[in-house]
């Protein structure tokens, strides 16, 4: 009887510790906001754990870009196709970074942007932008 007590006990700890089963990757804190009149996406406030390299971005409109903080080094930005990551390399994010968006040759009307937690496998949120301005190359 004891042993059985011993077992029970020994499983809850594991269990509840996150050591088998029921282990959910946390997803850090951070709020963004959305500037249409610009095509950006703000970060009003982030924890020092959040990073962008577990983020991703998906469009419902082709030929759209973007860059993170008008990464001067990507002229033309990264074009969104299917679920494109941010960066890859760990970047932690901090208040007042940005994503800035641009549609090639045209600018785009009603566009979706939806970002996800790569990590955690989770659809953070969806932004709509009433209209994305042409790149200006």
Same mark, same amino acid.
């Given at each position: 009887?004891?042993?059985?007590?011993?077992?029970?006990?020994?499983?809850?700890?594991?269990?509840?510790?996150?050591?088998?089963?029921?282990?959910?990757?946390?997803?850090?804190?951070?709020?963004?906001?959305?500037?249409?009149?610009?095509?950006?996406?703000?970060?009003?406030?982030?924890?020092?754990?959040?990073?962008?390299?577990?983020?991703?971005?998906?469009?419902?409109?082709?030929?759209?870009?973007?860059?993170?903080?008008?990464?001067?080094?990507?002229?033309?930005?990264?074009?969104?196709?299917?679920?494109?990551?941010? =960066? /890859?390399?760990? +970047?932690?994010?901090?208040? *007042? %970074?940005?994503?800035?968006?641009?549609?090639?040759?045209?600018? &785009?009307?009603?566009?979706? =942007? /939806?970002?996800? +937690?790569?990590?955690?496998? *989770? %659809?953070?949120?969806?932004?709509?932008?009433?209209?994305?301005? &042409?790149?200006?190359?």
């Amino acid at each position: 009887m004891v042993a059985i007590t011993v077992s029970i006990g020994a499983v809850s700890f594991l269990y509840f510790n996150g050591y088998i089963g029921g282990g959910e990757e946390e997803i850090p804190v951070f709020q963004l906001r959305m500037d249409d009149l610009n095509d950006q996406i703000i970060v009003s406030s982030a924890e020092s754990d959040a990073n962008w390299n577990r983020l991703a971005l998906q469009s419902d409109t082709t030929d759209i870009y973007f860059r993170l903080n008008n990464d001067v080094t990507t002229t033309t930005g990264t074009v969104i196709t299917g679920t494109t990551d941010i =960066i /890859t390399s760990s +970047d932690p994010m901090s208040a *007042t %970074e940005y994503l800035d968006f641009e549609h090639d040759l045209v600018s &785009a009307d009603e566009v979706k =942007i /939806t970002m996800i +937690d790569t990590i955690a496998n *989770t %659809e953070l949120g969806t932004y709509t932008f009433v209209q994305i301005t &042409a790149r200006a190359d």
